[in-house]
Structures are given as structure tokens and as C-alpha cells.
């Protein structure tokens, strides 16, 4: 072989080899420079700096592992937690060990359990629906968390009836629907700001405004947002239809509903009130059923919250897991994962790197947008007055610049949508009445809207 037609082999090797990395190497967003911001009840509307970098700092990989470095901080702000939690997110200075050829579990499938199930791909950790705190038949109370006697044979132990964190959290979380645990901050939900959904159930990105991972696109199928504990991928709330990729867009849906018991057993009776606690249907995860009826669907759900299906990051088809909205777009029950694992589980988070491994380095700049992606740009409300909204769809996966321009070619305000974020604002209440151009660029994404500015 001549020395020109080995450089061009070992070039089409190296390339073939970049082509074939799994997503659970290339999808987790990485950021060196950019740092966390969070609110404080009372402390207004400003989101101030917690000198955490976001994101994901470090990804390396070995022939069966992937590696994750991260601080465990998302990139939009976090807080106020609303219901006393004196917690605020802090580094996690965490490393995540994933398989890349993760297993179906053939045995007992294996329950969730309190704490990380899974890591977003910023970093930020997946719990599932717990929240700790369950019923005691013996003492006719709550027991466990805040405020409440032990619950028998201690914390994590299993309980006859688990209140579900989702209701009885809501009051705590923050716009992007998350909130810490001694500083683990984590979602136990859908990852998409209250705001955005169609109905709206929480009031707090009003006054502390937020985003979230990604915003909700009903046209597209939803973008890879995680990995569980077991290794499979997490998506979000729209795919296929039908497994095998056809069938249109559709809304990935739960095969769980409430039951239509009016009692429950060894515990508080549908809708009793005890002190000012009213135990409704759903309180607890236990009031929820499955039905394998419903899971025989293409587009519903298996016990897992998951199913074998083509995506568009695996076309041969691989298992994963939805995170479950309903028509809404509130989050149901289970949620993202659960209650038990499809996969064989382990606990993924490692206090070192013990094997030789290549550093991931996606792009001098990190990861983008894929030009396959229609990445859609919303710019509201026009015609404005106080402020212009830029809000991208879908999942950001690059820092975007924000820029506002006058006729004349002046640039009067800019702003900056980072990766793992989906919004920003400029604010117009300066500026004079006429109309302007908004330009979004970033490495693959290069748009303009004319706007209108009224007064």
C-alpha cells in the first residue's frame, strides 16, 4: 500500500470511528467557562452567581464505560424552593460510570430507589417519584422527611404506602421544576419550566424566572435528555408512534392510571383528612395501577416507562425511557423512570477513573445543534413594549448570541441563550418605538426576526 493510500485509510478509519461513538459519549453537554446562577425567596428577581461551572465538565470513555465529570449544576437559574427547603444547589463534584452496551435485566427487575436513577445530560441528577416520606398505619401519621416521627426500619425502607413527590413537592419547586436535596440538586419529572406547559399549575417562574433542559416540541421527536441508572437513554415527552419509526410524531404516554379504589389498605382512606393534610387519589405511588392493556399500544408505555423503539440517535432501535406528560404537558405518573428498571442496575456514581480511557472533545467549541435538527426560535411578543422573549424549542446544545439591532445597524442589546438553556430577555423599556432586527447565532444556527417596538 502506498503512503497516500494508507494516510487516506487510517483518515476513513479514524473518521468511521468518531461516527460509531455511542450517544451516551457524544450527547452529554460540556462547558469549561460558564457559571451557575440561582434565586433566593425574598432576595428578587435577579438571579445572582453561584461560581459553579454547569453542565458537564469531562467526558471520557473505554471500550465499555463512559465517564462523566460534573458539578451537577444545569445551566439555567435554580431556586427559590418555596416550601422552607434551606437548601440551594451546590458542586456535587460528582463522576458517573455508564455501560456503553447496557443489558436488559432477565431476572426480578430491580425497584427504584431514593436518590439518583439517572443523570441528565447536563449533569444534573433523576430521582424518581419519592420524596421520602410515607404512611404509618401503626401511628396513623406520616412518617419520614421534615416534620415527621422515623418511619419503621428506617429511612429508604419500604413502606406499604409512599407519597408521591410530584403533588405533594409542588409548593417547592423552582420554575424548572427541580429543587435539592442537601444540595444535590435533581428533577424528578419532566425537565421543561412550569411556564411552558399548556396548562400551567405553577406560578412561580412569574416572579423568579427560569427555563429548563428543553422545551416541549409536539412536531419533532423529542431529543435524548439523559441516561438511567441501568444505562439506557431518557427522552422526552414526543417520538414515534410506532417503534419502528413510522407512524408520525405522537405523545409518549404512561400505561399507569389511578386507581378506582375507595380505600386503601393499612392506610388513610381516599380523600381523609388528617390535620390539614388531605390524602387525595395519587397522594401516594401506590394509588396508581398498571395496565397491560394500554402498554399492547405502540405509543404507550411498558411497566418501566419505557419501551424498545427506533429514535433518531439509534436508528436499529434500542430501549429507552419517556419522561410522561399528559395532554397538559403536566407531568404523570411515572414520570421518567420506574418504578422498577428495565436494565440490569447498578449505582453509577464513582469516586475515580480506574481504567484507561480517550477524552471525549467533540468540537473546539463543544457540542452543537445538529443541522439535521430544525431548531425552532420563537421571538414574543411582537409588537413589544418591556421586553422581547427569544425562546428556543427543542434542545439547545450551544451557546447562542442574542443580538438586537435598530434599522440604522446599531446594536442596542445583547444577551446570550447557553447550552443546556432554552431562553433569554432584552429588555426595551429605553429603547424608542419602531422596528428592529433580533439576530440568534451560533455555530450552526444563524436566524433573524424583525420585531416591532411600540410605546
Request: net charge neutral; hydrophobic share 35%.
Amino acid at each position: 500500500m502506498t503512503k497516500k493510500l494508507l494516510l487516506v485509510s487510517l483518515l476513513m478509519g479514524s473518521i468511521a470511528t468518531k461516527a460509531q461513538l455511542s450517544p451516551a459519549i457524544t450527547s452529554f453537554l460540556q462547558n469549561t467557562t460558564t457559571f451557575g446562577t440561582f434565586y433566593t425567596a425574598g432576595g428578587g428577581s435577579i438571579a445572582a452567581t453561584n461560581n459553579i461551572l454547569v453542565n458537564c465538565q469531562l467526558v471520557e470513555y473505554s471500550a465499555g464505560n463512559v465517564y462523566v465529570h460534573t458539578k451537577g449544576v444545569p445551566a439555567y437559574p435554580t431556586g427559590p424552593f418555596q416550601d422552607g427547603n434551606p437548601s440551594n444547589a451546590t458542586d456535587q463534584a460528582a463522576i458517573f460510570k455508564f455501560p456503553l452496551n447496557p443489558v436488559q435485566n432477565t431476572g426480578t427487575a430491580t425497584a427504584t430507589t431514593g436518590g439518583n436513577i439517572g443523570v441528565f445530560i447536563n449533569g444534573v441528577a433523576l430521582f424518581d417519584y419519592r420524596d421520602g416520606v410515607a404512611w404509618n398505619n401503626t401511628s396513623g401519621a406520616l412518617c419520614g422527611g421534615p416534620g415527621n416521627s422515623p418511619c419503621p426500619g428506617g429511612p429508604g425502607s419500604t413502606q406499604a404506602w409512599n407519597r408521591d413527590a410530584i403533588p405533594a413537592e409542588k409548593a417547592g419547586f423552582d420554575c424548572s421544576k427541580a429543587h435539592p436535596a442537601m444540595g444535590n440538586y435533581h428533577h424528578h419529572q419532566n425537565p421543561s419550566a412550569f411556564k411552558l406547559d399548556l396548562n400551567v399549575i405553577s406560578t412561580v417562574c412569574t416572579l423568579y424566572d427560569a427555563d429548563g433542559l428543553y422545551a416541549i416540541d409536539s412536531t419533532q421527536h423529542s431529543p435524548l435528555i439523559g441516561f438511567a441508572y441501568d444505562g439506557f437513554p431518557i427522552y422526552g415527552a414526543y417520538g414515534f408512534k410506532n417503534a419502528d419509526g413510522t407512524g408520525g410524531i405522537v405523545r409518549i404516554k404512561s400505561s399507569y392510571s389511578l386507581s378506582s379504589n375507595t380505600t386503601r389498605t393499612n392506610g388513610p382512606a381516599i380523600n381523609a383528612v388528617v390535620g390539614t393534610q388531605t390524602f387525595f387519589n395519587g397522594y401516594f405511588r401506590e394509588d396508581y395501577v398498571y395496565n397491560p392493556t394500554s402498554a399492547a399500544t405502540p405509543d404507550y408505555l411498558d411497566e418501566h416507562n419505557g419501551r424498545f423503539c427506533i429514535t433518531p440517535e439509534y436508528p436499529n432501535g434500542t430501549y429507552c425511557y419517556f419522561a410522561t406528560v399528559d395532554a397538559n404537558w403536566n407531568s404523570v405518573y411515572p414520570y421518567v423512570v420506574g418504578p422498577t428498571f428495565y436494565g440490569v442496575y447498578a449505582n453509577r456514581k464513582v469516586t475515580s477513573v480506574t481504567e484507561s480511557t480517550t477524552v471525549y472533545t467533540p468540537t473546539a467549541v463543544g457540542i452543537q445543534n445538529s443541522p439535521k435538527e430544525d431548531l425552532k426560535v420563537n421571538v414574543f411578543p411582537n409588537p413589544s413594549s418591556d421586553f422581547i422573549a427569544v425562546q428556543v424549542m427543542g434542545l439547545n446544545k450551544e451557546n447562542l448570541s442574542v443580538e438586537l439591532f435598530d434599522l440604522a445597524g446599531k446594536l442596542v442589546q445583547k444577551s446570550t441563550v447557553n447550552a443546556g438553556a432554552t431562553n433569554t430577555y432584552l429588555d426595551t423599556k429605553t429603547l424608542y418605538a419602531g422596528n428592529y432586527i433580533v439576530k440568534i447565532k451560533g455555530a450552526t444556527l444563524n436566524t433573524t426576526r424583525k420585531v416591532v417596538i411600540t410605546k
